[in-house]
Structure formats: C-alpha cells, structure tokens
C-alpha cells in the first residue's frame, strides 16, 4: 500500500486507479467505442491533473537538493597518460 505525504495526491491516486478498474472491466464487457474513448479521455485529464498537482504542490515536489551529483576525477593511466573518472559513490 503507498503511503502519501500529501491527501490531495493521494484522492488523485484513488480516482486514477478506480478509472483503470472500470476500464478493465469496460473491456472485458466489450463496450462501446464512444465509452471506451469518454473513458480514456478521463484518464488522460487525470494523469495531467496529477502532473499539475506535482509542479505545484510543495509536499510532492521531488527534492532535487537530495540527489548528489558525481564528482570527477582525472586518473592515470600506466604510461602517463590520463582519463576523466566519474564515481558515482562519492
């Protein structure tokens, strides 16, 4: 079960996935093209409402300040000669 900081995100979340139920349920009913599209065009303006929310919202905003970059290094090679090195690790 996920857990969501954020209660917006997370009725977000519960509708997205209620419409994917009934989506599968609409096709395996064999249900008309003109549901099926209604349908898919609800799911479509979900994903952006979601997509909206997380630009926005400060809770769901991913960290970037939390992501270390990689550091670089120059190394040598036997015969002097050298490389640029990246270590991810660090």
């Known amino acids: 079960m996920l857990r969501f900081a954020c209660p917006k995100m997370k009725d977000l979340a519960t509708t997205m996935r209620e419409k994917y139920d009934l989506r599968s349920k609409m096709i395996l009913r064999n249900r008309s093209d003109a549901e099926m599209l209604r349908l898919e065009y609800d799911l479509v303006h ?3 409402m979601i997509a909206r929310h997380r630009r926005n919202c400060a809770h769901c ?5 939390v992501a270390k970059p990689p550091t670089i290094g120059y190394s040598q090679l036997p015969g002097g000669k050298s490389f640029v090195s990246y270590d991810m690790a660090s």
């Not at 905003?61 to 300040?65: A, C, D, E, G």
């Open 61 to 65: 905003r991913p960290q970037m300040s």
């Open 46 to 48: 979900i994903h952006r």
